[in-house]
């Protein structure tokens, strides 16, 4: 009986281990590759405002981070720098900093949805027509799959009107 028992909670252990290292590994395996660094440097030369993204944000961790530039323009989103891998990872606008999970998902339904990131190491995305930047002031990347904060950068401060 002590075998079997053994037995089972090897294997369902073996299968949680085996699980999690799927869901970290198969968006690394099946990332597309980066922009050219070119491209990116020339996308943040001609962008309106930028931002740092950072490790150290209080709903960041060591699974669920960003770091390096964020550059904003009229039309572009564009990133220089790494974001922890992961799935289903998307870009969106905001009109305040927010810096973890909590606060996300309070404005979450009047965020601006930008588009999905594909890459680790960079990416690059186009703004939907008729979104208007100056509405904004924080780019926030964000886990759709597992509602995780990964990171933000404030690219411009608030303004009243």
Known sequence: ??????????????????????????????????????????EAAAATYSAALRRDLPGSDGLHWGEGKISVSESTISHQGKLAPGPDYFVYLTSELV???????????????IGPVKSFDGFLLDIPKGVDIERFTTVVIWCESFNEFITAGQYRALTET
């Open 1 to 42: 009986m002590k075998r079997v028992l053994l037995f089972g909670i090897t294997h369902i252990v073996a299968l949680a281990v085996g699980f999690a290292a799927g869901v970290y590994y198969l968006p690394i395996l099946t990332a597309e590759n980066a922009p050219d660094a070119i491209v990116l440097e020339q």
């Open 99 to 113: 810096e973890d999970e909590e606060e996300f998902l309070a404005i979450k339904h009047q965020a601006q949805l």
